[in-house]
């Protein structure tokens, strides 16, 4: 279904049309005025993305995709645990939400929530992080973790509250 209006525009319309939606996210910041490219932060993986295995594929404040491999992500009863499902569905929507936040801004977690359809005993996982929501103050992402075979495993969703980043303190305080 096309959205309203577009149903007039004939195919290479909508193909343009598509086109700058998926590229939104590098026009959702405004500096007095003007859209800007907020292409000044990539992510960076922290200890527990190590540890887990993460690896980066994709990322833009409206999609973040990245990989897992199950093993040495398992419980003891060998299945894909559903704590790294959700610690990995978390970095990914708040990586999408920090890059959405722009310059001089973070993000934090409010609020997250999984549902866990599947689980897996190897292979590489794949989460893919989409936008629901991206406003001044509030960023809400899906998070969708899939197997080798694309079967849904879990659900994952997760709202980050904007914040301006403290300034640094000054030396010798």
């Known amino acids: 279904m096309l959205s309203p209006g577009l149903d007039r525009l004939d195919h290479r319309d909508r193909l343009d049309h598509r086109d700058r939606l998926d ?50 992500n398992r419980q003891s009863f060998g299945l894909l645990h559903g704590g790294a499902s959700v610690a990995f569905a978390e970095a990914l929507g708040s990586w999408a939400a920090v890059i959405h936040a722009g310059p001089g801004r973070s993000a934090v977690g409010l609020d997250i929530n999984a549902t866990h359809h599947l689980s897996a005993r190897e292979g590489i996982v ?48």
């Open 23 to 72: 590229h939104r996210d590098q026009l959702d910041h405004r500096d007095n005025g003007k859209r800007i490219v907020n292409d000044s932060w990539k992510i960076t993986l922290g200890e527990l993305d190590l540890k887990m295995g993460v690896t980066i594929v994709e990322q833009s404040a409206q999609r973040v995709v990245a990989t897992m491999p199950v093993e040495g």
């Open 126 to 173: 794949t989460g893919v992080a989409t936008a629901i929501r991206l406003g001044r103050t509030i960023a809400s992402h899906e998070i969708v973790i899939s197997d080798d075979q694309g079967r849904r495993l879990c659900t994952a969703r997760i709202t980050n509250l904007i914040i301006d980043t403290p300034a640094p303190a000054p030396s010798g305080s």
